[in-house]
C-alpha cells in the first residue's frame, strides 16, 4: 500500500490527519537542530512540493542560528491519534525573499505584527516591551493596511534525505517503512530516486 514516492505518501498520510478532529495541529512538526547541545521545537509546517518541506521562522531565532551552522535536521510528525508518525531528516537553506513575501502575506494581521514585534529567542525582563512594541505596530500598520516583510523573517526548505512512515501496531511490531536517497540531490516525487527500506520496530 505505500505509494511510489515521498511526496505521494507524506500527503495520504497528512490528509488522514486533516481529516481526523482530535489532531488539532495536524501540520506541526518537532523540528530537531544541532548546536552546542541538540535542540528540538514545535513548528508548522506551511508547504510541501517536489522539492522538500517549507517552514517560516525569524532569521535571529536559536534554530535559525544553529541551523547556518549545522544545516543537517529532523522533523517529525506525531499524529498520535492515528498511531503513526512521519521522520524527516534533510539539509535546510533558506527560500528567496520573494517566496517569504508571498507566504507573509497571508498571514494573519496580528501574526504578522507580531513578527516584527518580538526578537526571538532574545531575552526579556518581562513582557511589557512585547506589548509596547505591538501596540506602536497596530497604530503604524492598521487592520487593512499591508505589512511589510520584516528583514530578519522568512522561510527554510529541508531537501530531504530520508523520510520515515511508522504505523503502530497492538502487538508492538510497528511498520517502519524509510524512503532513502539514493542520489546526492532528489526531488520527493521522483520514484526512480529513492529505495525503500523496511526496518525493525
Request: proline share 8%.
Amino acid at each position: 500500500q505505500l505509494a511510489a514516492t515521498p511526496l505521494q505518501q507524506f500527503e495520504r498520510w497528512l490528509h488522514d490527519a486533516v481529516a481526523e478532529p482530535a489532531i488539532v495541529e495536524p501540520n506541526a512538526m518537532v523540528l530537531g537542530t544541532l548546536g552546542e547541545v541538540p535542540s528540538a521545537r514545535t513548528v508548522l509546517l506551511k508547504g510541501i512540493d517536489a522539492r522538500g518541506l517549507t517552514f517560516y521562522t525569524n532569521y535571529g531565532s536559536r534554530k535559525a542560528q544553529q541551523m547556518a551552522q549545522h544545516p543537517d535536521v529532523t522533523a517529525l510528525f506525531p499524529w498520535y491519534p492515528l498511531h503513526r508518525q512521519v521522520i524527516v531528516t534533510g539539509t535546510v537553506t533558506q527560500v528567496s525573499r520573494e517566496e517569504s513575501a508571498e507566504y507573509f502575506a497571508t498571514r494573519p494581521h496580528k501574526s504578522q505584527l507580531g513578527a516584527h514585534a518580538s526578537a526571538q529567542s532574545t531575552p526579556i525582563a518581562d513582557r511589557a516591551p512585547l506589548e509596547a512594541a505591538m501596540a506602536d505596530l497596530v497604530q503604524r500598520y492598521p487592520e487593512g493596511e499591508p505589512v511589510p516583510l520584516p528583514d530578519m523573517w522568512g522561510g527554510y526548505l529541508i531537501r530531504v534525505t530520508t523520510m520515515e512512515f511508522w504505523q503502530g501496531r497492538p502487538s508492538r511490531l510497528h511498520d517502519r517503512l524509510r524512503f532513502e536517497r539514493t542520489g546526492n540531490a532528489a526531488d520527493i516525487d521522483d520514484p526512480g530516486a529513492w529505495r525503500v527500506q523496511r526496518y525493525s520496530p
